[in-house]
């Protein structure tokens, strides 16, 4: 082994056997010199790692966070835009209507709630805001309970993504993907002023129920508050 002093500060290998004070540089009037088994060393280093698990432990215990296998029950908002997030008509050419859910469920423009406990929970919502569905005689601002006055005539019509519920109405609706994609609604309208039930790993997806391939010139957008209760 190197036996040679060294006074840089540095750790120095050397024979264990052949050790004594004078084989380190030093400074007899401030240094302290101890030597100690590599065992010992390596343990001691063991129980620092050890204390400071301990203490990162106690950290998170002490947190404002929930401990595990509990619900933090509180209020999140959801923004959900009238446009669906397509601002040109390049990005809204898609107009069958499963491709076109299916499409931005796909990138991720799809705003949704979710449940990611493992027991089942229960929220409630609350919506504000106003927003429409086109321009022209399309363009009156309504509230997540949709147009009424124009709903005779796109209901005739058949071409909106739920044909059956009125337009510029907030629709909250899931997706199965296992196998053959689909959609179902849930709940619209004043529906939705109740609470729900969200399974483990459940989502709910929330849109503006306008007609595919003419989303990019809707206006405004609605809040979705979400609280859990239970």
């Not at 500060?9 to 030597?35: A, T, W």
């Not at 044909?163 to 179902?184: C, H, W």
């Amino acid at each position: 082994m190197n036996s040679q002093n060294s006074d840089s500060g540095k750790l120095i290998s050397l024979n264990v056997e052949s050790l004594s004070f004078d084989s380190f540089g030093r400074n007899p009037g401030n240094d302290i010199v101890c030597v100690a088994p590599v065992r010992t060393i390596v343990r001691r280093e063991e129980e620092i790692v050890l204390i400071r698990r301990v203490r990162k432990v106690e950290e998170i215990d002490a947190s404002p966070a929930c401990p595990v296998n509990t619900i933090q029950l509180g209020s999140y908002k959801l923004i959900v835009y009238a446009n669906a997030g397509l601002q040109t008509k390049e990005q809204d050419t898609i107009t069958d209507r499963k491709e076109f859910v299916r499409t931005l469920w796909a990138n991720g423009k799809l705003p949704y709630i979710a449940n990611d406990q493992d027991k089942p929970i229960k929220v409630k919502l609350k919506v504000e805001g106003n927003w429409n569905y086109g321009p022209n005689e399309f363009n009156a601002l309504v509230g997540f309970d949709g147009n009424e006055s124009m709903a005779p005539k796109e209901r005739a019509d058949g071409d909106l993504l739920f044909t059956e519920i009125r337009p510029a109405m907030l629709v909250a609706f899931t997706i199965e993907n296992q196998g053959e994609f689909q959609y179902k609604p849930i709940a619209y309208g004043k529906q939705l002023q109740r609470e729900f039930t969200l399974q483990p790993g459940a989502r709910l997806y929330f849109i503006n129920n306008d007609q595919p391939g003419y989303y990019n010139d809707n206006d405004k957008e609605l809040t979705v508050e979400w609280t859990i209760v239970s």
